[in-house]
């Protein structure tokens, strides 16, 4: 089983994201991390314990991270998408466990050089932490097996705004220097989550499958509510569990080596991903950037595993 840590903002996206790896056994969820987001950093540690918690895995250590960007202050967060408390408006019961007491950076660290294998770390909200681990702790680069971030737009323009995708809005420069740094990393954004949607017939699947799924249908619902009245769409984009089916079963996107730059101006196109798609590139910096995805497989993968989960 490949370690796995997964640092995150919960997030709707996020929960399901977690509850994916706890239902899958090529990989042991060792960490999570928590970082500034969806919602702001109390919330996010809350939300990972509780969603933890709500799987019986409450013995998974959370250690909170960066509260802010890297350079300026977020402007705005997604509460209108999430919910303000980040998990719908759904109030789920509170974890016995505290969260670690170290900080997220130390916390990654240590288990970074305990690993006995290279272990896969899936970033699946703001890559700050990600960022200030590579920059305190630069020797953990090595144990770093595969980085999945979840973040960017080749060619689908951006969510946030018509440039920038959220992750990396929310800290462009930390996305730079997370891109930059030589991990291997593969780069899953809105080009392949976006056709990876979930509708309401797979949610009603784990959904009856016991009280773990009927829990995780309630928190979609707002994200299935917003996802109507924003886009006139009767799913959801799952953007987050996408980057971890790729951690889990490495492979299940097409990937291609491309060169990547975030634009760090404070422009227009602050935010955005610049993908070089005019060359496959050999550079050292260069990331496996997905450009493929069979989206119903993926949504299967995820629905099956959560009604497996929740059968437990
Ligand atoms: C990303 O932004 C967040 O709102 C989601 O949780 C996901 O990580 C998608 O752009
Ligand atoms: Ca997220």
Redesign the pocket.
């Known amino acids: 089983r490949t370690p796995l840590v997964i640092d995150t ?1 919960p ?1 709707i ?2 929960a399901l994201a977690i509850l994916l790896a706890l239902a899958s056994p090529e990989v042991d969820l060792r960490l999570v991390t928590t970082v500034h ?2 919602v702001d950093l109390g919330r996010t540690t809350e939300n990972a314990l509780r969603v933890l918690h709500l799987a019986g895995r409450s013995d998974v250590p959370v250690a909170a991270g960066a509260r802010d960007s890297l350079v300026y202050r977020q402007p705005e967060r ?1 509460g209108h ?2 919910g303000e408390a980040g998990l719908g408006g759904v109030q789920l019961p509170p974890s016995p466990a505290a969260a670690d007491p170290r900080p997220a950076v130390t916390a990654l660290a240590e288990l970074l050089l305990a690993a006995e294998e290279p272990v896969t770390v899936a970033a ?2 703001p890559w700050t932490n990600i960022a200030l681990l590579l920059a305190v702790h630069p020797e953990v680069a090595e144990r770093i097996g595969r980085l999945v971030l ?2 960017g737009s080749a060619a689908r323009g951006g ?1 946030v705004t018509a440039a920038a ?3 990396v809005w929310a800290d462009p420069e930390a996305a730079q220097r997370v891109l930059g740094s030589g991990v291997p990393t593969v780069l899953v954004g ?1 080009d392949v ?1 976006l056709p990876t949607v979930l509708d309401a017939d797979g949610i009603a699947r784990f959904a009856a499958a016991g009280p773990v799924g009927a829990t995780a249908a309630a928190v979609l619902q707002q994200y299935l509510d917003h996802a109507r009245s924003a886009y006139g769409t009767t799913g959801v984009v799952v ?2 569990a996408l980057a971890l089916t790729e951690a889990i079963a490495p492979g299940t996107l097409g990937t291609v080596r491309r060169d990547v730059v975030v634009d760090t101006t404070l422009g227009a196109g602050r935010g955005q991903t610049l993908v070089d798609r005019r060359r496959v590139s050999d550079s050292p910096t260069a990331v496996d950037v997905a450009e493929t995805v069979d989206g119903p497989a993926a949504v299967e993968f995820l629905v099956s595993r959560l009604e497996a989960l929740s059968r437990a």
């Open positions: 903002d997030g996206d996020d987001g969806n997604a998408v999430h699946i909200g979840m973040g969510n995708e959220f992750n809105l989550t953007h987050d």
